[in-house]
């Protein structure tokens, strides 16, 4: 080994195929050994991952696509609202998976992580507010919703005969003699 030159430097044997790896512009390292870099890459498409994300099981190397779409990955979870891969935070809910940012209220659009939130009649998820404005019974007399008072999350109605209404709108309809 002539140790003169230093485009000839050696680091080492190629831990994909063996064979010895001189100058520093043809190697790499990753999980400790170090690669020519034409054999670091995906042992499904073969796409080169230098400096690229990548995934390693029982010793053999992917590529971001084929790790999560080869049937290695354990199973992909997919966004129910934006229907994209999710690799990172999930957030599940409703038998659902979302990424977090894509959970949201389906009147106002508010992402609703780490809000509490309510699923109406129409299995549509709701922020507190919005499910009360959209969810609410309407007053039998003043023909309003009934909504929770400012700073208050519950409502106060008075159903009668199946009809609802405002405590301060039920009043007795008979007049007596």
């Known amino acids: 080994?002539?140790?003169?030159?230093?485009?000839k430097c050696y680091f080492g044997q190629c831990a994909k195929c063996s064979k010895e790896v001189y100058g520093g512009g043809k190697a790499c390292?990753?999980?400790g050994q170090i690669?020519?870099?034409?054999?670091?890459t995906c042992c499904v498409c073969s796409k080169n991952l230098q400096g690229k994300p990548f995934y390693t099981v029982t010793g053999s190397i992917y590529c971001e696509e084929d790790f999560y779409?080869?049937?290695?990955?354990?199973?992909?979870?997919m966004c129910y609202s934006c229907d994209q891969l999710i690799t990172d935070m999930v957030l599940q809910a409703l038998g659902k998976s979302y990424h977090p940012a894509c959970f949201r209220?389906?009147?106002?659009r508010q992402s609703l992580q780490d809000l509490?939130?309510?699923v109406g009649t129409d299995n549509k998820v709701?922020?507190?507010?919005?499910?009360?404005?959209?969810q609410a019974p309407c007053c039998a007399t003043c023909n309003k919703p009934i909504l929770p008072t400012e700073g208050?999350?519950?409502?106060i109605r008075v159903v009668s005969f199946n009809k609802n209404y405002h405590a301060e709108c039920f009043g007795c309809d008979v007049d007596f003699v």
């Not at 080994?1 to 485009?7: I, Q, V, Y």
């Not at 209220?105 to 106002?108: K, L, P, S, T, Y």
């Not at 208050?152 to 409502?155: P, R, V």
Request: with cysteine; hydrophobic share 25%; charged share 20%.
């Open 1 to 7: 080994m002539d140790t003169s030159d230093s485009s």
């Open 29 to 31: 390292r990753a999980m």
């Open 35 to 40: 690669f020519h870099q034409s054999c670091f």
């Open 69 to 77: 779409f080869s049937g290695v990955h354990p199973s992909p979870e």
């Open 105 to 108: 209220c389906a009147v106002c």
């Open 116 to 118: 509490p939130f309510t």
């Open 126 to 134: 709701y922020c507190i507010k919005d499910y009360h404005k959209v």
């Open 152 to 155: 208050c999350t519950e409502s």
